[in-house]
């Protein structure tokens, strides 16, 4: 898949699992010329497939997440000496689980491992599609998103506050010292 000088071995080397942003490829320092596309995909509940297969291994899908990067509305593998453009369906990531807080922030897990806490690096943003359905994103890093999967949209609602901005009331979390919005009450 990738080539060049610089193994997955090798690559796996500087990855802490489950570290989130520590630890991960110094990506936003490499640069290399763009080397084309190559048949990769991350569907939009977030299943890896290479050549219209699904990749089962969950090391290597972890280590690929952690050198993807993103330029304008396209996603690339990049390496010291590569860059290899992918397809992503809708975003990269899936928050699939909230952890316990930690110093006063919401914190989250996506399907890859990452950490993510609801801040002000790391955003919440509901939009809503023309049939009404909410769809949360989440920023994990460095430009790239990650959708909370429904089940967990759902169970953050259970636990969600109304409050008051703008004069209207809306439903929202609690991080960071903020509210976060979750979608506008009725009236």
């Avoid at 169970?155 to 979390?173: C, M, R, V």
């Amino acid at each position: 898949m990738l080539s060049g000088s610089f193994s997955p071995a090798q690559l796996a080397q500087h990855i802490d699992k489950n570290s989130g942003e520590k630890g991960l490829p110094p990506i936003d320092k490499w640069n290399p010329e763009s080397c084309g596309d190559i048949d990769m995909r991350i569907a939009k509940d977030g299943q890896w497939f290479y050549m219209g297969s699904p990749i089962g291994r969950a090391a290597l899908v972890r280590m690929f997440s952690t050198i993807l990067k993103r330029e304008d509305d396209r996603y690339f593998l990049v390496t010291p000496v590569e860059k290899v453009g992918i397809q992503v369906d809708d975003v990269p990531f899936i928050i699939n689980q909230q952890l316990e807080p930690f110093e006063n922030k919401l914190r989250f897990v996506t399907n890859v491992g990452d950490e993510v806490l609801l801040d002000e690096a790391h955003p919440l943003t509901v939009s809503v599609t023309e049939s009404g359905e909410p769809e949360p994103y989440l920023h994990v890093r460095a430009g790239l998103m990650g959708r909370l999967h429904r089940n967990l949209f759902y169970q953050l609602i259970e636990e969600a506050e109304p409050f008051e901005a703008d004069g209207k009331t809306y439903l929202g979390l609690n991080s960071d010292g903020r509210y976060w919005s979750l979608g506008e009450l009725p009236e």
